[in-house]
C-alpha cells in the first residue's frame, strides 16, 4: 500500500507550540476600570457607553487592561475591541450580552456581544464570564430541539440562524483567550474569522444542550490555531475548523474535555478551500451525536490530521439533530450538483477508544476518494443503549441526506488505502438483528485495504466489567 504519512507528530507539535507561544502578550501596562467611566454594573442599566469609552480610552494610551470589577453585572450591546486592548473580566463578574436586535449593528456579520476586527494583540481574561442569555431567545421549549428566535423577518439574512454570536474576533493576529467562561450564546459562542496566530487556553463553554447552533468555538478561515485545556459542553458542535474564503492551517487542539449533541470535532461543513496540518491531542469525548467528523461538501481538501490520545463515546439522539452516534466520521460527498468535489488524505488515528451506539462511517466519492487513512490501536466498543432507531447513515447536509442500511462496526465506500493495525471491536450481546456485522464496504469502490492485529467479538457485560 503505497502511502503519504502525516507530518511527524513531534515536528508538527514543536511547529504549533511555537505559534501558542507566538500568540501571547497581549496588550501594554495601562488599566482602566469601566466603573471609573461610568459602568453600574447593575444588570439592568445598559453599560454600553462606559465599556467603550475604557476601551477607547486604554487602546489611546497605549494598550493594556480594560477592569470589569467583581460582583458587577455589564449589560451591553455590541462593544469593539481596539489593538492592545485585553478584557480583564475579574472572577464574579459577567458581562451581559443585550438580547434586542437594536443593540447589534445593522450588519448581521458583526452580530456579537464582543468583537474585534483588524486588530492585534487583543484578547479576554481574568476568570470572570461573558453571557449570551441564550435562554432569552428560546420561543419553545423542546427536548428534541428548541425552537428559537430568528431576527430574519427585518429581511437582514435569512433562516433560523439570525441570532447573535457571543465573541468574534475578524482579520485580527495575536489573539488570546483564556481563564474565562462563555456561557449561554444564543448563536456561535467563540468565533475566528482570518485571524492569525490564536491561542484560547482554560476556557469554560456552556450552551443550552437542546438549543441549535449554539457551537463551541468555529476556526474560520484562521491560522495558527492552538486550544488547550479547554471544557465545552454545548447543543451544536464543539471545535469547527470551516474554510470560506481561505484555508485552515496548522491547528492545534489538546487536553480538552467535550460534550455535546452534535459533533465534538468537525471539519467543514463550509469547505470550500483547504485544511492542513492539525493535530488533535488527549481529549475526551462524552455523551455526543458524533465523535470526530469531516464534513467536506464543497470542493476543499483535507490533508496531515491525526487524532491521538483520544476517548470518546456517542449516543443516539433526535434525527434533527445531524448524527448517528458514530465515533468517527468521514465524508467527501458533494453538497449539491453544483459543488465541487473535495478530497482527504493523509489521515492517522492511534491510540483512540470509543463506546457507541453506531460504526465508523468512511465514506468518500466518485472523484473525492478517502487516501491513506491509517489507524493503530483502536479500540470500538459498539453497545445500544437508548431506544432510537438504528440502521441509519446520515449523510447531511445536501447529499444523499438520510440512507436506511444496515449497522456495521466500520462502513467504507470510495476508499484508497486504509491500514488497520491493532483494531479491537467489541459488540455488546444485543437483540438488534445484524447489529454484529464488523465491516460492509461498497463492491468495487474500497481499494489497499490493509489489517494486521484486527480483530471482532461479542461481550457481555460481566466480560466487559473484567476487561
Known amino acids: 500500500m503505497k502511502r ?60 493594556g487592561r480594560v477592569r470589569f470589577p467583581a460582583g458587577g453585572d455589564y449589560l451591553t450591546a455590541t462593544v469593539r475591541l481596539r489593538t492592545g486592548v485585553v ?99 444564543a448563536y456561535w459562542c467563540l468565533h475566528l474569522v482570518r485571524c492569525e496566530n490564536t491561542l484560547i487556553r482554560n476556557v469554560s463553554i456552556y450552551g443550552d444542550f437542546d438549543s441549535p ?20 459542553d454545548t447543543g451544536d458542535d464543539a471545535i469547527c475548523p470551516k474554510s470560506s474564503t481561505g484555508p485552515v492551517l496548522d491547528l492545534l487542539v489538546t487536553d480538552c474535555w467535550i460534550r455535546t449533541k452534535s459533533s465534538a470535532i468537525k471539519l467543514g461543513s463550509a469547505s470550500w478551500f483547504d485544511f492542513s496540518r492539525f493535530f488533535f491531542h488527549n481529549i475526551t469525548i462524552v455523551d455526543s451525536h458524533r465523535g470526530l467528523g469531516m464534513q467536506i461538501r464543497d470542493g476543499g481538501n483535507v490533508t496531515d490530521v491525526v487524532f491521538s490520545n483520544i476517548r470518546i463515546s456517542t449516543r443516539y439522539y433526535h434525527p434533527s439533530w445531524w448524527g448517528r452516534a458514530e465515533p468517527i466520521y468521514i465524508t467527501t460527498c458533494p453538497r449539491d450538483s453544483a459543488s465541487r468535489t473535495g478530497s482527504i488524505s493523509n489521515v492517522l488515528f492511534i491510540n483512540i477508544s470509543a463506546v457507541s451506539e453506531n460504526g465508523v462511517f468512511l465514506s468518500g466519492s466518485p472523484g473525492g476518494l478517502l487516501s491513506n487513512l491509517r489507524f493503530k490501536d483502536v479500540n470500538l466498543t459498539y453497545r445500544r443503549w437508548t431506544k432510537d432507531p438504528g440502521d441509519i447513515y446520515d449523510y447531511r447536509p445536501g447529499c444523499k441526506e438520510m440512507v436506511k442500511r444496515s449497522t456495521a462496526g466500520i462502513m467504507m465506500e470510495y476508499v484508497a ?51
Open 417 to 467: 488505502g486504509v491500514e488497520m493495525e491493532d483494531v479491537k471491536m467489541r459488540w455488546w450481546r444485543s437483540n438488534f438483528p445484524g447489529w454484529n456485522n464488523p465491516l460492509k464496504i461498497r463492491p468495487s469502490t474500497v481499494n489497499e485495504l490493509s489489517f494486521k492485529d484486527w480483530s471482532s467479538i461479542e461481550i457481555t457485560e460481566l466480560e466487559s466489567s473484567r476487561s
Open 87 to 185: 478584557l480583564d473580566i475579574e472572577p464574579g463578574a459577567r458581562i451581559l450580552g443585550g438580547t434586542r436586535q437594536r443593540d447589534y449593528p445593522a450588519d448581521p456579520a458583526r452580530w456579537y456581544v464582543v468583537l474585534a476586527e483588524g486588530a492585534r494583540r487583543v484578547g479576554v481574561t481574568g476568570g470572570g464570564e461573558i453571557n449570551g442569555q441564550g435562554e432569552a431567545f428560546v420561543v419553545r421549549r423542546d427536548p428534541r430541539k428548541n425552537v428559537m428566535v430568528s431576527w430574519n423577518v427585518t429581511g437582514l439574512c435569512r433562516g433560523d440562524e439570525c441570532r447573535p454570536r457571543l465573541v468574534g474576533f475578524i482579520d485580527s493576529a495575536d489573539v488570546e483567550v483564556s481563564d474565562v467562561t462563555l456561557n449561554q450564546p
Open 213 to 232: 447552533n449554539n457551537d463551541g468555538i468555529d476556526i474560520e478561515d484562521s491560522n495558527r490555531t492552538v486550544i488547550r485545556n479547554c471544557h465545552i
Open 4 to 63: 503519504e504519512n502525516p507530518m511527524p507528530i513531534p515536528l508538527l507539535l514543536l511547529l504549533l507550540f511555537y505559534f501558542a507561544a507566538a500568540a501571547g502578550g497581549c496588550g501594554g501596562s495601562t488599566v482602566v476600570s469601566v466603573i471609573d467611566h461610568g459602568a453600574m454594573g447593575n444588570g439592568r442599566c445598559y453599560d454600553t457607553v462606559a465599556i467603550q469609552a475604557a476601551i477607547d480610552a486604554c487602546a489611546a494610551a497605549g494598550g
